[in-house]
């Protein structure tokens, strides 16, 4: 069956939100805090946390992901865990083995490269390093190289040891589809191409991609990410869930879509919670690289000493009345 509820008031949706700031131990997308809003509805915690920069059509799909969460709670899920992978960023190699300590037992990692500034010496590496530590790793070069670029950088990476996939090595779909028909034996992953809910599936139709990354607030909750999953599947292609940097609620949304979905061939991105200083909540440490499915609350505690400035709060509480008026103009909503 397909749940439809009415959205709930803005009165109600606010009323036990709390807005949190939670620093960061490194630099990741270019940030140093990251804000949310915590939401509390029926079904329990909920997270609106689009990127500051994002407008409000955009951000909408977020907080429809968050009023899933909170109001509807997650899809039936066929698992209790799932793998996720380490983040590392743009750091110097060695910096690496520390950083690795912070998600014991991973057997994936995820490497940030082709970051402003860097050289790709820098990238391999870093990506070596990680190697020594990690039997599989990946990288994620969030569109920074051009598709000749990119070629070399994944030949050069390769001459060390196996890459699972490079994640948007190109910014553009066309891009894509040229790195992936260059036959670099490195399979394409699609993050930023696919990410919003208007046509994730026109990077995949184009032969841009071997593999989706998808994540649960931008593509507007669970069930959305479970629905294109599925129409993925169709194309071959399998999904990575990945975090958008959110906080243990947001976690626990994108572990549950990972936890619904009928085959989950690669480690999830959903291991970032370890990038914070403190999370919202405590939530069990991965064993042997795989996270718990299951809900999260907030330790009070915690949130009244993470909790945002009175001028952030009031930031926040704009953007989600602008973007509640936004669904509330889409009509009932439908979570498929
Ligand atoms: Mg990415």
């Excluded at 397909?2 to 807005?19: H, N, T």
Aim: glycine content about 8%; charged content about 20%.
């Amino acid at each position: 069956m397909s749940p439809i509820f009415e959205l709930p008031s803005f009165d109600d949706l606010i009323a036990d939100a709390v807005v949190v700031s939670l620093p960061m131990r490194v630099r990741f997308r270019g940030i140093t805090t990251r804000e949310a809003l915590l939401l509390r509805g029926p079904a329990g915690w909920g997270e609106f946390a689009p990127f500051v920069e994002y407008d409000d059509e955009e951000a909408a799909h977020w907080l429809r992901a968050g009023i899933e969460a909170a109001w509807l709670g997650p899809p039936p899920s066929i698992r209790a865990t799932v793998p996720v992978n380490a983040t590392v960023p743009a750091i110097d190699a060695s910096a690496v083995p520390e950083l690795l300590e912070r998600f014991p037992g991973s057997r994936t990692a995820k490497i940030k490269v082709a970051e402003k500034g860097q050289s790709l010496a820098d990238d391999i590496a870093r990506v070596n390093e990680v190697r020594r530590h990690i039997p599989n790793v990946r990288v994620d070069a969030n569109g920074g190289w051009s598709v000749d670029e990119a070629v070399v950088a994944l030949r050069a990476l390769t001459e060390g040891g196996e890459l699972e996939y490079a994640e948007q090595p190109c910014a553009s779909v066309e891009e894509l589809v040229r790195v992936r028909a260059a036959g670099t034996g490195v399979r394409i992953a699609a993050d930023e191409s696919i990410r919003r809910a208007e046509d994730p599936l026109r990077v995949v139709r184009a032969g841009g991609a071997d593999v989706a990354i998808v994540k649960v607030p931008p593509l507007g909750g669970m069930r959305a990410v479970v629905a294109l999953s599925t129409q993925l599947a169709e194309y071959g292609v399998p999904v990575v869930v990945s975090s958008a940097l959110d906080t243990a609620v947001g976690m626990a949304s994108g572990l549950a879509a990972a936890a619904a979905l009928p085959e989950l061939p690669f480690a999830c991105g959903l291991g970032t919670g370890g990038l914070f200083v403190r999370d919202i909540a405590v939530v069990d440490p991965a064993i042997s690289g795989a996270l718990s499915v299951g809900a999260v609350e907030p330790d009070p505690s915690i949130l009244a000493q993470l909790t945002a400035t009175p001028e952030r709060t009031a930031w926040w509480l704009g953007r989600v009345r602008r973007c509640h008026r936004i669904l509330d103009q889409r009509g009932a909503l439908n979570f498929v």
